[in-house]
């Protein structure tokens, strides 16, 4: 574990010593239990993070606000087209939140420094113009944390998890209106 311990003051479970900096890990923890129930799983959280690298002037930790979203279903068959997987539909359910929301379409590249989640090789990071902080990460779920889930053997699948960033989002350029022909 590479994140820094800190401790909760008052923490919301008693069971929770540390604040977190992503919410996306607390879905991973009920993946399993629900591909055991479900073919195709869809989850999402709306919650806080941490990051204390970031402190106010009072030494207390910025406060961020996120959005995760976990796709979880049975790999595509051999024959199945080439966005025929969770991480090409997540991105497209990533990609119509923000056309819906009016915003202009942040640039998406490789994440160098895909989260901890995330397998490295299959992660993307976007970024709105003229922004610093990253506004969405979306990858596939890292082989060995897939193990470590217990999706494996029979239930093997095909999981993508994605991260908003809800401050970017707000922060973001609208994308101005839609010239629609009659």
Do not use: C
Not at 54 to 65: I, L, S, T
Not at 169 to 181: K, Q, S, T
Request: aromatic fraction near 6%; proline fraction near 7%; charged fraction near 25%.
């Amino acid at each position: 574990d590479d994140l820094p311990h800190i401790r909760i003051v008052n923490p919301m479970d008693q069971s929770i010593s540390r604040m977190r900096r992503s919410i996306a890990p607390s879905l991973l923890q009920v993946l399993e239990p629900n591909r055991r129930q479900r073919g195709d799983v869809r989850l999402f959280e709306i919650g806080k993070g941490y990051h204390p690298e970031n402190a106010n002037e009072k030494g207390e930790p910025r406060e961020v606000h996120r959005l995760a979203l976990a796709w979880a279903t049975t790999p595509p068959g051999k024959k199945s087209a080439f966005d025929d997987n969770a991480f090409a539909s997540l991105y497209g359910v990533v990609v119509d939140l923000i056309h819906h929301l009016g915003l202009k379409a942040p640039a998406i590249d490789q994440a160098i420094d895909a989260p901890a989640w995330g397998h490295g090789a299959r992660a993307l990071v976007g970024k709105f113009a003229d922004r610093d902080e990253p506004a969405l990460y979306i990858a596939t779920l890292e082989p060995g944390i897939a193990r470590d889930l217990g999706l494996d053997g029979d239930l093997t699948s095909d999981v993508a998890i994605a991260e908003v960033s809800i401050d970017e989002l707000l922060a973001a350029a609208e994308r101005g209106p839609d010239y629609r022909a009659i």
